[in-house]
């Protein structure tokens, strides 16, 4: 499993098209950290992108609270 700043996450969300990013601890995560990356469309390219990354599955998500419809939670550190 690969460690990955917070920063590299939010810099290529924003390739991505995400409309939000943001760091939040995770009792989950095997860094005890993820990145919460928001999008207005299923991200199926990011998720995907990030779980060969991380060598980790990636959750996805579809909410109907938040800033957009869709979030991805990936392990990072910060």
């Known amino acids: 499993m690969n460690s990955v700043p917070y920063s590299l996450i939010a810099d290529i969300a924003d390739q991505f098209n995400a409309v939000d990013c943001v760091w939040r601890e ?24 990030w779980a060969e990354v991380v060598g980790y599955a990636v959750k996805v998500r ?17």
């Open 26 to 49: 995770s009792e989950r995560s095997f860094t005890g950290f993820v990145a919460e990356v928001w999008f207005d469309e299923l991200p199926s390219e990011f998720a995907i992108k």
């Open 62 to 78: 579809r909410v109907d609270r938040g800033v957009a419809r869709f979030a991805v939670s990936v392990p990072c550190v910060v």
